[in-house]
């Protein structure tokens, strides 16, 4: 029995998780799919309600209780800190130790890209960030706010142990697919200390790996590549700061905020998926969410749990309601996040692949 978390979390994340629960609760009928799920109450409601973010029992739980966790999205206009989110999320992704942030970026219909076909087709990249340290560690500070003599220093962690384990966890993925070519990118001209590491260490351990192609770009340069030639990449592996902002490019490039779903892992031991947008307050409660992003995010949490099979069968659904046509507003079209939901649901209960498929295969 596989036991997930659902956390809807805030704006668009309740409309677009009721649809990936909607798609958890066809496959569980599944004979091969033991699966449960329960409600998380997080989110700015309950911080407002009670002044709490996320308490350290229900850090506990999570890490205990669960076998992997599905987040929506939180943010919320009225608390203009963010101060849950950051709690939630981050707390999360450090207290869990989820050192991979794995983002594909995969076009899944040239018409959703805003790149020409067949450039626009031909993206099918798999980013690894970097999730615990960098940037975002929170190490630094501000002195004489407010004034012209304001200083504001954020510093840019990387320790040996933090690169080697994400730099290994993206040469075990492209292993995994058949010996791809692995980019590692990094800012090494400008930030020598943190890019003389990160090279250091995937010469390292690029050792063990010799079957695979490495190549080393400048974040600067991959962001320009990725747009002039999104078929040469293949894996990459960076820290967390260019993670981020190269994974919204990707996103961008594949189809939109709307399609892209990621997961946050520590190997072995936890893992939370979540779509890669945030809570669109602007769209929240119309019904215009795309909610492929999160159901995208079951396909990646069946893979988790061993029954990849299965997440492929999403995949196709996804696939087969972009060749229909089907999609939210984003996408050029004019279906409600529920008549998504609705028809991969259908398609999903009508697929022969799923339900009679060799179960040794
Ligand atoms: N992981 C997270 O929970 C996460 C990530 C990013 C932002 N946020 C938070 O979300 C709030 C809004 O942030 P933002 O506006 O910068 O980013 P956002 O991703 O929420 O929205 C950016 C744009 O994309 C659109 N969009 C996003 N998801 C969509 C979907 N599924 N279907 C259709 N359109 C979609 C929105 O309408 C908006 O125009 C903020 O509070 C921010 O902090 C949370």
Redesign the pocket.
């Known amino acids: 029995m596989a036991r997930i978390a659902v956390i809807p979390?805030d704006?668009?994340g309740p409309e677009?998780m009721g649809e990936a629960v909607r798609i958890l609760g066809v496959l569980s009928e599944h004979p091969e799919l033991d699966l449960e799920w329960e409600a998380w109450d997080l989110g700015a409601e309950r911080f407002l309600r009670s002044g709490v973010t996320i308490s350290d029992e229900d850090f506990h739980r999570l890490a205990e209780d669960y076998d992997a966790i599905l987040?929506g999205?939180?943010?919320?206009p009225r608390v203009p800190g963010?101060e849950h989110?950051r709690d939630i999320?981050l707390g999360l992704r450090f207290r869990l130790d989820l050192y991979v942030n794995y983002r594909p970026c995969t076009v899944r219909h040239s018409r959703h890209s805003p790149l020409r076909s067949p450039l626009g087709a031909a993206m099918d990249v798999h980013i690894f960030r970097e999730n615990t340290e960098g940037s975002y560690a929170g190490v630094g500070g501000a002195i004489r706010q407010g004034t012209p003599d304001e200083v504001a220093i954020q510093e840019d962690v990387n320790t040996y142990k933090g690169v080697e384990r994400i730099v290994r966890a993206a040469f075990d993925f492209a292993r995994g697919r058949g010996g791809n070519r692995l980019t590692m990118v990094d800012k090494a001209n400008a930030m020598p200390a943190a890019g003389g590491l990160w090279r250091r260490v995937f010469q390292e351990v690029a050792q063990e790996f010799t079957e695979i192609d490495t190549e080393v770009m400048y974040v600067d340069a991959m962001a320009m590549d990725l747009v002039r030639r999104p078929d040469h990449h293949q894996v990459v592996v960076t820290s967390n700061l260019f993670g981020d902002i190269l994974s919204d490019l990707g996103a961008v490039l594949s189809g939109g905020?709307?399609m892209a779903a990621s997961a946050n892992v520590h190997p072995g031991r936890h893992a939370l998926f979540?779509?890669?947008?945030?809570?669109?307050?602007?769209?929240a409660g119309q019904g215009?969410?795309?909610?492929m992003?999160a159901i995208l995010c079951v396909a990646l949490l069946l893979e988790h749990l061993g029954w990849r099979w299965a997440g492929a069968r999403v995949e196709a659904a996804v696939q087969a309601a972009l060749e229909e046509d089907v999609g939210?507003p984003?996408l050029g079209g004019d279906a409600s996040t529920g008549q998504v939901g609705l028809w991969l649901a259908d398609h999903l209960r009508n697929d022969r692949n799923l339900w009679e498929r060799d179960t040794h295969g």
């Open positions: 979390g704006g668009i677009v987040l999205a939180l943010g919320d963010n989110a999320l905020l709307g979540e779509p890669v947008h945030g809570s669109a307050p602007d769209i215009a969410a795309n909610p992003a939210t984003d």
